[in-house]
């Protein structure tokens, strides 16, 4: 079975005082990169919330690096192609997604190109608006 990552999974995995690091912890540490997988977009959202974090939590980037270079050897990274931005772009636009929940549209692509059969996240709300089908592969870890 194929795991999608989301950013709201993959920080907590990091953060040991997180209400959400038991559960995120888990199932990334069972993940390896036949079985899971996360956008390359994903990794630039780690790092800059690591970057700014508040107070004793906050990561330097050499730090966050170290995390986002775990995650490149645990997880396999899905990146989307010039046709495929725009394709997914259109999509959003005809089913009028607007603002930022154009980027969760961009990760549940990233989700359907690896075929992902599970996508976990802390964000159900935004990728069950995604669609029904889709909706059906979202959960919590």
């Known amino acids: 079975m ?10 907590p995995v990091l953060l040991e005082d997180h209400e959400h690091h038991e559960r995120s912890f888990a199932v990334f540490s069972v993940a390896t990169k ?3 997988c996360c956008a390359a977009h994903s990794l630039a959202e780690v790092y800059s ?3 700014r974090l508040p107070g004793k939590h906050r990561l330097s980037g050499d730090q966050a690096l170290l995390f986002l270079e775990t995650v490149e050897q645990r997880l396999t990274i899905v990146a989307l192609n010039e046709a495929e931005y ?3 772009i259109r ?3 005809t089913n009028g ?4 929940m154009l980027y969760d549209a961009l ?3 990233c ?3 690896a075929n992902a059969e599970r996508v976990y996240t802390w964000n159900l709300q935004h990728f069950q608006r995604l669609g029904t089908e889709f909706g059906k592969r979202v959960r919590t870890p």
Do not use: H, P, R, Y
């Open 34 to 36: 036949q079985s899971g």
């Open 2 to 11: 194929k795991w999608f990552f989301d950013t709201s999974v993959l920080v």
């Open 107 to 109: 990760l549940a692509a």
């Open 111 to 113: 989700a359907n190109k």
């Open 97 to 100: 997604i607007v603002g930022g």
């Open 49 to 51: 919330t690591l970057t």
């Open 91 to 93: 999509q959003a636009a």
């Open 86 to 88: 725009l394709a997914t």
